[in-house]
């Protein structure tokens, strides 16, 4: 059983991939925290999400000795796949970069962050309800909350919230000194996780009349595969033999022909969307990840967005607790947004060149569509724009 602190440096809410890495983060740089998080470990664990972490991403978890198991059953991709119009293209990250990026199951990297902070002795506080923060605009604000029945308040100088998309911790920031940005696209996705050999060595990003695919995979026996529908679907809409037809169909024939389909072992219905909300800091709260910003899945910059964040946190805290000095945490929140904005744009160019906008009705648009896809075919500048946009753009 693990003992809740009194008092602690960092107070984290949310013990998903920002939380976690953050926690351990602060550990390097000698700094204790606890985490707080609403469901269970098991719970938390058993999410399964897209898994691409970009070459600096990778580099980061590395570096914090957090990076083994991704090195020893990480895939090394040099390149991903575009098609569109029966062609196949290779965005070749490595010619274009000499940059890579790693296919290693967010499911992974979450089990290897929790035996990080477990082997570190780092609190992490599971089934904790009713969390409330007081005084962040104080110097010692604290963090109330309910566990196992019994009402407890952490004191702390700093407050992380990283309690993602459905979080507590944005609602902190009073309405008026906080402003969103959103854009929500009229499709969303359905993924389906089958035990069958993937299609590709590497990812495939299919634009169809149709709509969108993506062909991806966890390991040599396990394939991750999705398909664009609309926006108000359900996952009983889908029945297996309609997800491998519509994949099939939106597929190059020589694809689609050694595609090999199964039962699925999970679907999810999962939304399109991009969301920021700004600032990223409001007195000694501070948000990273999903908490402060979502990203359509098709740029696959969620889970680097979060490292970015809790990277640029963690180092503002160091320089606090070392120098006294607080410029790295006031430049924290224009920091972070500066390279999710730029995530946000990649994200938004990528789902509006491969995926169909029905109802639109809008030709010129999808003349536009066809035109930026032609140019990614014909030019290798505008390879190189979205492969160094891929791999990650330095921290
Ligand atoms: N109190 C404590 N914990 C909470 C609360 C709360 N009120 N609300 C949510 N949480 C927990 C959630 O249960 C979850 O484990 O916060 C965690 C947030 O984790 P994520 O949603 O995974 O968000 P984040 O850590 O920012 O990681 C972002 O994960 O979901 C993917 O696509 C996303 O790749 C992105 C990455
Ligand atoms: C995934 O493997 O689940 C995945 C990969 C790339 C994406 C989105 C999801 O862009």
Not at 255 to 278: C, D, H, M
Request: include cysteine.
């Amino acid at each position: 059983m693990t003992t809740i602190p009194k008092r602690s440096r960092v107070a984290i809410i949310g013990g998903g991939p920002a939380g976690s890495l953050l926690a351990f983060l602060l550990h390097l740089e000698g700094i204790d925290s606890v985490i707080l998080e609403l469901r269970s470990r098991a719970h938390v664990l058993g999410r399964v999400r897209a898994g691409v972490i970009e070459h600096g991403s990778a580099e980061i978890l590395k570096q914090a000795g957090l990076g083994h198991r991704l090195e020893a059953e990480g895939f090394v991709h040099d390149g991903v796949q575009v098609t569109f119009a029966g062609d196949m293209l290779r965005i070749d990250f490595k010619g274009l970069t000499g940059r890579h990026v790693v296919v290693y199951g967010q499911t992974e990297l979450q089990k290897d962050l929790y035996e990080g902070i477990d082997a570190a002795g780092i609190p992490l506080i599971d089934e904790v309800e009713g969390i409330r923060v007081d005084h962040v605009e104080s110097a010692s604000p604290s963090v109330s909350f309910t566990h196992h029945g019994e009402t407890r308040t952490i004191e702390c100088d700093f407050v992380a919230g990283c309690d993602g998309v459905h979080g507590v911790s944005r609602d902190l920031i009073p309405t008026g000194m906080r402003r969103s940005y959103e854009r929500t696209y009229p499709f969303c996705w359905v993924g389906l996780l089958s035990e069958t050999p993937p299609v590709s060595d590497e990812l495939i990003y299919a634009s169809h009349d149709r709509g969108f695919a993506l062909c991806s995979m966890r390991n040599e026996h396990r394939s991750r595969y999705y398909v664009q529908g609309p926006a108000d679907t359900t996952v009983a809409e889908w029945p297996d033999e309609r997800f491998w037809s519509e994949l099939t169909a939106r597929l190059p024939a020589g694809t689609a022909r050694s595609l090999v389909t199964g039962p699925s072992i999970e679907k999810i219905v999962t939304p399109v969307r991009s969301w920021v909300g700004e600032p990223m800091r409001h007195g000694r709260l501070f948000l990273a990840g999903d908490a402060a910003h979502i990203v359509p899945p098709t740029g696959a910059k969620g889970l680097n967005l979060a490292v970015s964040d809790v990277v640029y946190l963690s180092r503002a805290l160091g320089d606090f607790y070392s120098t006294g000095s607080t410029s790295g945490l006031d430049a924290y929140s224009g920091t972070a947004l500066a390279r999710v904005w730029k995530a946000v744009r990649f994200s938004w160019w990528m789902t509006t060149m491969l995926h169909t906008f029905p109802g639109s009705g809008d030709d010129f648009e999808r003349r536009l569509q066809i035109a930026e896809l032609e140019y990614l075919f014909e030019s290798e500048s505008a390879r190189r724009v979205m492969a160094e946009n891929y791999v990650g753009l330095p921290l």
